[in-house]
């Protein structure tokens, strides 16, 4: 296998045998969970990709153009992303200074020659979000709106899967009142990315500016989420309510920084806002088929 050096140059030319007048897309978070989907089914569609990653021992077997670069490296940065012309950006991983790194990188793509970011944003990014991790979402929105270069924000809800991890546990608890969250799962997002970036690649430009608000096909509130999983899987599951002070005090023994207790807690407080109980058909639009529901996915993975 062939791969580029430390500076994300390649050491053979990629996708060789290809016609190189197709866009070079570059493929960050290729070896998390939606990015290596998206990454693994570009690259069964025949597109000319560089997988953009912080760990080159963690990228797939069948990878012949890959970059390492850290998000707040700028130097790393635009070694990386030079010749790429459609960029899919998932965003950082959590951290405190996580929009000063997504700032950094934008101002490097742009630099860099990028012509297109596809971003993987929140459903309802605002700077007064009730989630506070959404916060950041909107300021990113922004920088990329001011970086001129072309755009598309997918604004994905909260994971089913993640609703399903908290509901196998046999217990949901937080401060998440009766609201109900339009949840989608991954699988579903990564289609989603897939389908944008396919048609981005192709020259079509109905995505261009665009933002996709990505959702399942019901919105559920947390006691929902814990009596399907106990229909569907036969395992006890309750939704046991907090109040804030309960949820902050519960958590308080992880030591964690008090940002992301924050950002912990009010994951379960945008749900009692009612934030996130949109629900939208952008999945099907952009895929051609019907979004997951949380029974689906509990079903696939009791397969």
Not at 278 to 293: H, K, Q
Request: charged fraction near 20%.
């Amino acid at each position: 296998m062939s791969a580029a050096d430390t500076t994300g140059h390649p050491a053979a030319p990629s996708g060789a045998g290809r016609p190189q007048s197709r866009p070079l897309i570059g493929v960050t978070g290729a070896t998390g969970k939606v990015g290596g989907m998206v990454a693994q089914s570009l690259h069964r569609d025949g597109q000319r990709l560089r997988l953009l990653v912080r760990d080159r021992g963690r990228a797939p077997q069948w990878a012949d153009d890959v970059a390492v670069m850290t998000y707040g490296d700028r130097r790393a940065c635009l070694d990386a992303l030079e010749g790429v012309d459609l960029l899919l950006m998932v965003s950082a991983a959590e951290s405190a200074d996580r929009l000063s790194q997504h700032r950094t990188f934008i101002a490097a793509a742009a630099a860099a020659g990028v012509r297109h970011v596809v971003y993987t944003s929140f459903l309802g990014a605002s700077p007064e979000a009730t989630f506070t991790l959404s916060r950041t979402h909107w300021h990113t929105e922004q920088a990329l709106r001011d970086s001129g270069m072309a755009f598309t924000f997918l604004r994905d809800s909260f994971y089913t899967d993640f609703l399903a991890e908290l509901a196998l546990s046999g217990v949901i608890a937080g401060p998440g009142g009766q609201g109900r969250v339009g949840a989608v799962t991954r699988a579903d997002v990564a289609a989603s990315l897939s389908a944008v970036l396919t048609d981005l690649a192709a020259g079509r430009t109905q995505h261009t500016g665009a933002t996709y608000n990505l959702t399942g096909p019901q919105a559920l509130s947390l006691a929902d989420v814990a009596r399907t999983t106990a229909e569907v899987t036969g395992r006890p599951c309750v939704y046991r309510e907090e109040t804030v002070e309960e949820a902050y005090a519960a958590r308080a023994h992880y030591g964690a920084p008090h940002w992301q207790v924050e950002a912990w807690v009010t994951t379960y407080t945008a749900i009692a806002a009612g934030e996130l109980e949109l629900l939208t058909d952008d999945v099907e639009r952009l895929t051609g088929r019907a979004p997951m529901s949380l029974a689906d996915l509990l079903r696939s993975l009791e397969a």
